[in-house]
């Protein structure tokens, strides 16, 4: 068995830390290690460690038993043979010392992995909502045995290691006392019992990875980079455990003409100087449609019109942003003769 580490050095605190330089200690370096940001090798079995020695160390009673006997203090059934220990702060020890604590069944239902995924959205899609077929792959209930894992063939049977109790114990002597070791039976995996001829389907897991199409309604509003939650839409859950959450990352493409920054949406008019000068109406593009915008005259180029409630909806919610229109005055490169003799006369007034 390897030495593990001593708790206080993984956090690298004195032994006589308050439960705030505790706390202190293991977010800063819970950050440093944290396998997201952290990409050197080694990150994920430090944060681990890291992880391990807080949830010792934040607990003053397992911290007692550390501070006393080291690891071995931490192990199920360990018994602190005459340690002076007071026995009643330690129920789940001193129950699975004497057997009578109730087994953890680790058969027993589990809920089912969340799982992400990803979709890419026309722009006035994520705008106006859309449904979408996309493929997931997960762990679904199994057709053939709905779960249960059996078959019909199937035999549940006591398991012959263990004799139905799940574990397997131990007994170690020590100079710290006497140990049980309680460690969960290999051959059932906790439950007792055995499945003989389980579903062929599943082999006995209840669940069966499936890729198929799933129609996912997308609400209209969704924006580039939001991660919309589908409940229940991940892995099934074990042994009749809760399914897991799909997550659905989404990234929506560019438009032609419009620009969007959150509810707001944005495009450009090009007008030409005599109506910047003397006014005019225009038809604008929105994503609601077609609307009228008034310019007046003497309209500077860069003007911002803003037509109220013409922009993406709110997600979930009533109401929607609003469009705005930049005016560009365009000045003509290439006149034709009747514009330049114009031209010319305005420059001579
Ligand atoms: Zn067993
Ligand atoms: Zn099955």
Not at 123 to 152: H, P, T, W, Y
């Amino acid at each position: 068995m390897a030495t593990k580490a001593d708790f206080y050095d993984v956090l690298g605190i004195g032994k006589s830390a308050s439960q705030d330089e505790i706390r202190r200690a293991y977010r800063k370096l819970a950050r440093q290690f944290h396998p997201d940001l952290n990409k050197a090798a080694d990150a994920e079995d430090r944060f681990k460690a890291v992880q391990e020695a807080y949830d010792v160390l934040k607990d003053e009673k397992k911290r007692a038993m550390y501070d006393r006997f080291g690891h071995a203090g931490l192990q199920s059934g360990f018994n602190p043979a005459g340690g002076g220990i007071d026995f009643g702060d330690m129920g789940d020890i001193f129950e699975s010392f004497f057997g009578t604590a109730t087994r953890r069944d680790t058969h027993g239902p589990r809920a089912g992995r969340d799982l992400q995924t990803a979709l890419s959205l026309e722009f006035m899609e994520a705008v106006n909502g859309v449904a979408k077929e996309i493929d997931i792959d997960r762990l679904e209930i199994c057709d053939e045995c709905s779960g249960s894992g059996q078959g019909l063939q199937s035999e549940v049977a006591t398991c012959s290691v263990c004799n139905g109790a799940g574990q397997v114990r131990r007994v170690q002597s020590s100079i710290f006392g006497q140990f049980v070791n309680v460690a969960t039976c290999e051959n059932c995996g906790g439950a007792g019992r055995v499945v003989l001829n389980p579903c062929s389907s599943c082999g006995g897991e209840g669940r069966a990875r499936r890729r198929r199409k799933n129609s996912i309604d997308i609400p209209a509003g969704v924006d580039d980079g939001n991660n919309l939650r589908i409940p229940g839409g991940g892995d099934a859950g074990y042994r009749g455990g809760p399914p897991g959450d799909l997550f659905v990352r989404i990234s929506v493409a560019e438009h032609d003409t419009f620009r969007r920054e959150g509810l707001d949406v944005f495009s450009k008019l090009k007008i030409n100087v005599a109506d910047a000068v003397l006014g005019e109406e225009f038809q604008v593009e929105t994503v609601v449609g077609e609307e009228r915008v008034n310019i007046r005259p003497g309209t500077q180029s860069g003007s911002m019109m803003r037509l109220r409630g013409k922009g993406v909806p709110r997600l979930g919610r009533s109401g929607r942003g609003d469009h705005y229109v930049r005016v560009d005055v365009e000045v003509p490169s290439r006149l034709t003769k009747r514009e330049r003799q114009l031209y010319d006369e305005l420059k001579s007034l």
